[in-house]
């Protein structure tokens, strides 16, 4: 549920940060500069990352080279998560919630999120904030043009952009090149979702309440749910959203948004200012973290939270990860923790039985939250959760078709 936008925007490049240019019109041999650290991709991973790197005493006047395809000049995506206590990006919070409601054939009622808060922030917002303190660092270079290969060498690692190789001690990368091959014992399904910023004429929303999920919409095609979230009295992010194997035909998704809002939200005047549509992947096969001094982050580095998509504290938590093992000059390859492959198998189990259709995702959610506090779902979801939670959220589903798809995936 991480949105992408695309409204119209203006972005300035007055930054102090050096700004390359990639042809070199005098000489034919590429130039090669040596950092220290290389992000590439400066989007939620690479720039979270920068962040730490820049208010980190200790690490602050490292050479840092920023790489992505082009300025990020437009509004084009949003993200959204859940947090007990403010956080590192609270300044750029486009808007909050502690009560949504949830809707199902099986149960719907008003939730209560706390201690959480279920926050927004604007793609543009998140640039612009840690653009704003990149102009503080003259040490920062940001480089523009497409990302061809990265390879190891010597005691660093290097990348190619538009021919020319730069090189790093160590090289973060949040680029897929390509998708990955996706083993036959593995599952991969898509999140695929179509969003429309809408403005009514009147008042129509009630800014304190979403709408988390509204599972009332056919679920012929798989596990689908709305979501809704006001961010005015008079405007709200409406998200159609699926758990499918394949995408639908480009007019479906406006088409189930139309109905929705005429049925549900029961409007017939409003205006649609802003639009989305992306893709995440939910896949419990194995990205690669990366070999020798590059390392693979965000979604490259499967950061993507296989069961619900969820990416944006994910990538916070292995910045942090990262950060300290930099301090400790030790190699920031974060190892997957012990406790993590508890969650892995829990990830499975549930696209095993979303995969081969065996309950559907609404009947899922609806047990979950009927049976558990919100707070213990959320915790769950985040990773986060102790032993007595998951005995619990074990016990709110079908034994027999969780137990069966967990023993499949654990003999597998």
Known sequence: MEPAFHPASTFVASHSCTFITLRNNNCKTPIVKRYDYIISGAGAAGLSLLMRLMIQGGLNNKQILVIDKEPKTSNDRTWCFWEQAPGMFEPIVHHSWQQMHFY???????????????????????????????????????????????????????????GTRFTADYVFNSILLSRPAVPADKYYLLQHFKGWMIETPEPAFDMEVATLMDFRVSQQKGTTFVYVLPVANNKALVEYTLFTKELLPADAYDVALKDYIASYLRLNEYTVTETEFGIIPMTNMKFLKGEGSIVNIGTAGGQTKASSGYTFRFIQKQSDAIIEALLKNVHPQVPEKLLNKRFNLYDSTLLNILHHNKMGGDKIFADLFSKNEPARVLRFLDNESSLEDEINIMHSVPSGIFMKAAFQEIFR
């Open 104 to 162: 199902s054939a099986y149960f719907s009622s008003l939730l209560s999120l706390f201690p959480y808060k279920y926050k927004m922030i604007r793609g543009i917002d998140f640039y612009n904030f840690v653009m704003a303190e990149a102009e503080k660092f003259s040490n920062i270079t940001f480089q523009y043009g497409n990302v061809e290969a990265f390879a190891n060498e010597g005691d660093g690692a290097s990348v190619i952009v538009d």
